[in-house]
């Protein structure tokens, strides 16, 4: 039987309520920081997914670029695919020097690099923001006379970075140039 007085606590009880504060006080905090954590994770996740699409989509400019510069009739020139079309030396690979196992693709360790980089004159547009560099290298393969006489066969690989060097693209593509 208790003989407190009523409104004067039992002396048993005192400081359990400041316990159990604190406690639902601490889940409170641990539950708004791993929610902000989350929150974090999520925004970078979704920054590196766009690096990604800026970059690639940079890749595949450059790839139909190329192809397009090989194409005689985007050139107009009649003896279709005679020659390689670039004028360049830096990025165009024959069979008599197909040995690709020594290309350098980092700017910093060569300076004048192996893979031509994409000027912007050579395909008539700019890098868009978040692309650091567009390198690529066009190998002949192969003539024959499928599909057409003197189709000749390219593999053209280009390969584009972001900014900041953490997102990286390669595309390769055969091209038959008819």
Known sequence: MCTCSVGQPARNQRGVVLIVALLLLALMALVTFSTYNGTILEERMAGNANNQNIVFQTAE??????????????????????????????????????????????????????????????????????????????????????????TIHYRITVRTVGDGGKTVVMLQSTYACM
């Open 61 to 150: 400019l450059a790839l139909r670029s190329i192809e397009m510069r090989i194409d005689p009739n985007w050139l107009n020139e009649a003896d279709s695919c005679a020659a390689f079309p670039f004028g360049l030396d830096k990025g165009y690979y024959s069979p008599a020097n197909s040995d690709l196992s020594s290309i350098a693709w980092d700017m910093q360790a060569n300076p004048e690099p192996d893979v031509k980089e994409n000027p912007n004159r050579l395909f008539g547009w700019k890098k868009p923001t978040g692309v650091s560099e567009v390198r690529y290298i066009v190998e002949w393969l192969y003539k024959n006379d499928y599909p057409k006489p003197n």
